[in-house]
């Protein structure tokens, strides 16, 4: 069965530029979350969706923002990029509202700003 | 707020050494996550353990939970160069005031093996 997708790869961006990050999760996963991971600062939780909903935001600024799809797929939003947002960011889908199954994540998207 | 604090931060084994990783927690832990990952990567599950006492074992991996729940250690038995990477623990912070995945990570520990 296929894993957590997450595109692009990689993507360069020029300071106050906006981007999108996709992710797929693993079929019949309703939750997604998704995380920051930076050297200085590691992972850090920036949202989670269920059902089309966001249920949790982390401690980030208005210019970070999702959404979940009837299907599951996440989008997550940056305007008004920054230097201090390079960094790889991470979804994870899980089954179910706790994550008693576990969290299953994607490769990243290493973005560069 | 809940902090996981892992020791060592980076670690240099020859092959075919024990090694030890730990997870201490500010709080009780009620779930914790073991994960690996290769630099720039994202995270390979490894183990989770929800109770007291409880140990798993997957090929030469082992993780343990405390008693108390507060500390969690992972062992890896006869270290081979495929072992090598970054080891993180998570836990969710709120598993009973409300239904919300979300996941604190220790800050990792960096495993080099050394053929």
């Known amino acids: 069965k296929a894993g957590v997708t997450q595109t692009p790869r990689y993507l360069i961006k020029t300071r106050g530029q906006q981007v999108t990050l996709s992710c797929s999760p693993i079929?019949?996963?309703?939750?997604v979350s998704w995380y920051q991971q930076t050297p200085g600062q590691g992972l850090q939780f920036l949202f989670e969706?269920?059902?089309?909903?966001?249920?949790n935001k982390g401690n980030f600024p208005g210019r970070f923002s999702g959404r979940q799809f009837s299907n599951s797929r996440s989008e997550m939003n940056v305007s008004t990029l920054e230097l201090g947002d390079s960094a790889l960011y991470l979804c994870a889908s899980s089954l179910d509202v706790r994550g008693l199954y576990g969290y299953t994540f994607g490769s990243g998207t290493r973005l560069t700003v | 707020s809940q902090e996981l604090e892992q020791s060592p931060q980076s670690l240099i084994v020859q092959e075919g050494k024990n090694l030890t990783i730990n997870c201490t927690s500010s709080?009780?832990?009620?779930?914790l996550y073991w994960y690996k990952q290769k630099y720039g990567e994202g995270l390979i599950f490894l183990m989770m353990l929800q109770k007291g006492g409880e140990e798993k074992s997957h090929e030469k991996i082992t993780a343990k939970l405390d008693e108390k729940k507060q500390q969690s250690s992972l062992h890896i038995t006869a270290s081979q160069p495929s072992h090598a990477g970054i080891y993180l623990c998570?836990?969710?912070?709120?598993?009973?005031?409300?239904?919300?995945?979300?996941?604190?990570f220790g800050t990792g520990t960096l495993l080099a093996v050394q053929p």
């Open positions: 709080k009780t832990l009620y779930g």
């Open positions: 998570g836990a969710d912070p709120d598993p009973i005031g409300g239904a919300t995945n979300k996941l604190i």
């Open positions: 969706y269920f059902s089309e909903t966001q249920r």
């Open positions: 079929s019949g996963h309703r939750s």
